[in-house]
């Protein structure tokens, strides 16, 4: 008789297709995103004169819950901080995707290195926002004073 075959979960092959499939549909989405904001922007406020971008503090862009209610009022600005934020979860959703692909094929190890660069990536993106520091002074001086000594 034979044994019953064990499922290990997708095939690499298949789990690199689907991978490269949400990297290409993330970053052309967020393209088109926007470049669709860019041109609303240059519609409505191409004749103005240039803004100067070095005082360029929008608050209400600031939270993804206010940039993502101008995106749906179909403010130039919004649109393009959502495109933005888009391609940046791009990568984000890639990782977890493969910590899910890893732990259906059973392959623990890599689904603890998968995690732990997950960890990092989070930092990175909202060590910033929490910390009320960008994630690269957060680094090199952490809230720790221990660290520090």
Same mark, same amino acid.
């Given at each position: 008789?034979?044994?019953?075959? =064990? ?46 971008? $070095? ?6 862009? =600031?939270?993804?819950?206010?940039? +993502? ?8 600005? $919004? ?52 910390? $009320?520091? $960008? ?8 809230? +720790?004073?221990?660290? +520090?000594?």
């Amino acid at each position: 008789m034979s044994e019953p075959s =064990r499922y290990s979960g997708p095939s690499d092959e298949r789990v690199e297709r689907i991978i490269s499939g949400l990297l290409r549909i993330g970053v052309i989405t967020s393209a088109l995103i926007v470049f669709s904001g860019g041109l609303l922007y240059l519609l409505h406020d191409g004749r103005q004169p240039a803004p100067n971008l $070095g005082q360029f503090k929008p608050e209400q862009l =600031r939270s993804p819950a206010h940039i +993502w209610g101008e995106a749906v009022a179909l403010q130039p600005l $919004g649109l393009i901080m959502f495109g933005l934020l888009l391609l940046i979860a791009t990568p984000v959703v890639r990782v977890i995707f493969s910590v899910v692909a890893f732990a259906l094929q059973r392959d623990y190890l890599y689904v603890l290195f998968t995690l732990l660069v997950l960890a990092i990536l989070l930092y990175s993106l909202f060590s910033g926002y929490l910390t $009320g520091r $960008g994630a690269a002074e957060a680094m090199f001086f952490p809230p +720790w004073p221990l660290v +520090w000594c």
